[in-house]
């Protein structure tokens, strides 16, 4: 799966903002059943669930995953 060649820029980055899962898959150009399968294999950014059982990701962790996978490329 090839990665965008730019980050999006009409998505906001305020700092320390929650993506969501449909965020993500947006932004990676994936299938949201993808990103599940990434999850369940351990591949997928750090995730937490919210008490109403939501998951989200910190742009944060989302940003470091994208580095990681641009150093082992």
């Known amino acids: 799966m090839a990665l965008p060649d730019k980050a999006r820029t009409d998505l906001p980055s305020r700092p320390g903002r929650h993506m969501t899962i449909a965020e993500v898959c947006e932004e990676l150009g994936i299938a949201r059943s993808t990103f599940y399968d ?36």
């Open 38 to 73: 990434w999850r369940a294999k351990r591949k997928a950014p750090r995730c937490f669930k919210l008490p109403n059982g939501d998951l989200r990701i910190r742009r944060s962790d989302y940003e470091d995953w994208i580095s990681s996978l641009e150093e082992a490329a």
